[in-house]
């Protein structure tokens, strides 16, 4: 399942994905809990305000109607600390000592009348008289001492005295965080189980896409009959596996529509080409004078020269669509060249030209044999036709990264600027060129068919520089 | 030597049967495979030719179908496609040949005659040639012409091997690349032409008989008479 390549997960698509869909997720389901949590709490602070009004006022009802003798304080007193035992929400396994609801009674002067609870009473006291307590509507308020507020509600005697009951907040506080952490672990929980659904299935349905590029990268030139595989599913990768299927099954028709035409233009034109050199032959054997020969020789030339360009014109035409069919082999360029140099040298001298090879030693590349035969001695027969005398060609064979550079340099007079751009096209050639302008584009072919490229350009010392490249290991091998 | 062609074009199988004939070929034609894999199980063939477009099949077929049935005569292939075939390559390596179109009659006589000596495999090879007053020694690198020692470069001494043992038939330039240099191109320039050039310089010395000669259009002959 885990990726086979190097790259580590977090560089993956599927990884990103899952961040960002778990950030989405987490974001919503923090926003739900948010709402349960405020939700909770205003019902627990509800439920204790209810409480809250309900007791004061049964307190302040006793407190009017106990009579106003030495037993009140211990009436009220009693009636508060009765009250006190029912809070809600309050835990068990709480120490005795009642220290969460307070009863205070203060005169109509604000004089403290009455104290029900821990200690003397005295910073609540303070508190109460620092805020404005409005009856009936329980407020919260701090007090000195205490780390957590009350809940303070009031009531307001005829006689002028006011009660207060104050209940600690500290038990609903204690509910909510408890609730808080559930909420959280809960949440955390979701969120891992979400992000691992999420990395799991786009991680799947990205392995089955890295599959079809895999495969689809790996359909080469001269291996069009692969496939991308499919899945079982019939889903959106499968979709796409099934397009490019197409889309492969249209491009092999039309390069083998390019190569049936092709073919059969060759075919068709070197049939009656074969006829016509035959019979030219035989007329050429039964001849007795030479007188009459010339035209038919000259006639058997052209024809070589016709068969060769319609040769070259079609691989050029093939290559220019990526479907020069290659059959590569290992081929050691330092070996060719040395052959080819041999070949051409007494050519060269007889024209006043100079010819030197600089390698570094055996160099074999996978390369089809024959295309790189007419691809060397193109490139000699150019140098050959438009070097005016007494000039040299330096050859320089080397390694550059994963490709044999071939570096062809002269001294001659260079490109024309004008046509340096246009160099490598089909039918340009030089003003006083005699050939049929296939030379270059043909190198620039075979360079390409092999997944290499070609330069041309002047040298800052005058003369050109025709660069070739081409792959040590064939690229488009099957 | 009784030789069958295999040719559905009839102005290609009419001067080819011609030109064989003359050549000292007993030819037999068939137009299509259907008559070919007939002809060859009934007649005894040292050689055949067979084109690679034949209306009815793919010479290949033929050539692979002929083998089962278990005709051993070696196969020279005409092909008129451009690049050559992979199955073409392994038929080479079996031991036949194949000539693309146009092609020159002289190549392929040379090819039919290698195929057929291949055939008959003439015995341990001679490591003298003799050629009229040229003698090569083939063992010491050495050639002379009327006794004289001539000064042959290495290449120089393989191209006139390849003439000496073409002694009297026509080789073309193609053939003297593919046989000396080992390769299959077409040169826009003279190359081959200023090697003949250079050796005849040597071996065709002053007041010596000319032995080289160019036939223009078709390629060289070493007269051996």
Redesign the interface.
């Given at each position: 399942m885990f990726s086979k390549t190097a790259k580590p997960v977090m560089y993956s698509a599927a990884w990103r994905i899952s961040l960002w869909a778990t950030l989405a997720f987490a974001c919503g389901t923090l926003l739900v809990f948010v709402f349960l949590h405020r939700f909770v709490a205003d019902d627990i602070q509800r439920r204790s305000d209810a409480w809250l009004s309900g007791e004061v006022e049964v307190l302040g009802d006793v407190a009017e109607r106990t009579p106003k003798d030495a037993l009140y304080d211990r009436v009220v007193g009693e009636v508060a600390e009765l009250a006190g035992k029912e809070v809600p929400n309050k835990l068990l396994s709480e120490s005795s000592s009642n220290d969460s609801v307070f009863f205070l009674q203060t005169g109509s002067d604000g004089s403290r009348q009455l104290w029900v609870g821990a200690g003397d009473g005295e910073p609540a006291l303070k508190a109460i008289q620092a805020v404005k307590i409005v009856s009936d509507h329980p407020t919260d308020l701090h007090v000195q001492g205490f780390g957590v507020p009350f809940r303070v509600a009031s009531i307001r005697l005829d006689d002028g005295s006011h009660i207060y009951l104050g209940l600690s907040e500290r038990d609903e506080l204690r509910v909510l965080r408890s609730l808080r952490l559930r909420f959280f672990l809960l949440w955390l929980l979701i969120v891992l189980f979400g992000f691992s659904i999420v990395f799991y299935t786009t991680r799947r349905m990205l392995s089955h896409v890295r599959r079809i590029g895999e495969a689809a990268s790996g359909i080469g030139h001269s291996d069009l009959t692969a496939r991308v595989p499919m899945t079982q599913k019939h889903d959106e990768i499968s979709d796409l596996a099934l397009t490019l299927n197409h889309m492969l099954d249209r491009i092999e028709s039309s390069m083998h529509q390019l190569h049936t035409i092709?073919?059969s233009l060759?075919?068709d034109l070197?049939?009656?080409?074969?006829?016509?050199?035959?019979?030219l032959?035989?007329s050429?054997s039964t001849l007795m004078q030479v007188e009459q020969?010339?035209p038919?020789?000259?006639?058997?030339?052209e024809?070589?020269r016709l068969?060769?360009f319609l040769?070259k014109s079609?691989?050029v035409a093939e290559a220019k669509a990526d479907a020069l069919?290659l059959?590569p082999v290992a081929l050691d360029l330092d070996e060719l060249l040395r052959?080819m140099i041999?070949?051409?040298e007494?050519?060269m001298s007889?024209k006043g030209l100079q010819i030197s090879l600089q390698s570094g030693g055996p160099l074999t590349i996978e390369a089809d044999?024959?295309l790189i035969?007419?691809m060397i001695?193109?490139l000699?027969?150019n140098e050959?036709?438009h070097l005016p005398p007494a000039c040299s060609v330096t050859i320089r064979l080397g390694i550059e990264e994963d490709s044999a550079s071939l570096i062809l340099d002269d001294d001659g007079p260079g490109f024309d600027s004008e046509m340096l751009l246009h160099l490598f096209e089909r039918r340009v050639r030089g003003k006083d060129s005699n050939?049929h302008g296939l030379?270059l584009a043909f190198i620039d072919a075979v360079a390409r068919a092999h997944g290499g490229t070609v330069a041309a350009s002047n040298r800052e010392s005058g003369g050109a520089r025709i660069t070739v490249a081409l792959p040590i290991v064939s690229k488009r091998s099957s | 030597m009784r030789l069958l062609l295999v040719e559905d074009e009839l102005d290609i199988q009419r001067f080819l049967k011609t030109s064989l004939t003359e050549a000292g070929y007993q030819v037999e034609t068939a137009p299509d495979g259907k008559t070919a894999e007939r002809a060859a199980i009934d007649g005894q063939f040292d050689v055949l030719i067979v084109d690679l477009g034949l209306p009815d099949q793919d010479g290949i077929s033929l050539i692979l179908k002929l083998r089962q049935l278990g005709v051993r005569a070696p196969v020279l292939i005409l092909s008129a496609r451009r690049s050559v075939d992979d199955r073409v390559r392994g038929l080479e390596q079996g031991g036949d040949d194949y000539l693309t179109k146009p092609f020159a009659l002289a190549e392929l006589l040379a090819r039919l005659r290698n195929l057929t000596k291949r055939n008959s495999s003439s015995g341990a090879e001679a490591t003298r040639l003799r050629v009229l007053d040229l003698e090569m020694d083939l063992l010491r690198r050495e050639a002379t012409r009327s006794g004289q020692l001539l000064q042959l470069t290495p290449q120089e001494f393989v191209l006139l091997e390849y003439l000496c043992r073409n002694a009297g038939r026509v080789v073309t330039r193609s053939m003297i690349l593919d046989q000396v240099w080992g390769m299959r191109i077409q040169p826009d320039t003279n190359v081959v032409d200023v090697h003949i050039y250079r050796l005849r310089g040597k071996v065709d010395g002053p007041g010596l008989q000319p032995m080289i000669r160019t036939l223009r259009g078709v390629g060289y002959v070493l007269k051996d008479r």
């Open positions: 092709t073919d060759a075919h070197r049939s009656p080409l074969t006829a016509i050199r035959g019979k032959e035989m050429l020969a010339e038919i020789v000259s006639a058997i030339e024809l070589d068969t060769d040769n079609l691989d069919r059959s052959i041999d070949l051409y007494p050519s007889e044999a024959a035969h007419r001695a193109n000699f027969d050959l036709k050939g030379g | -």
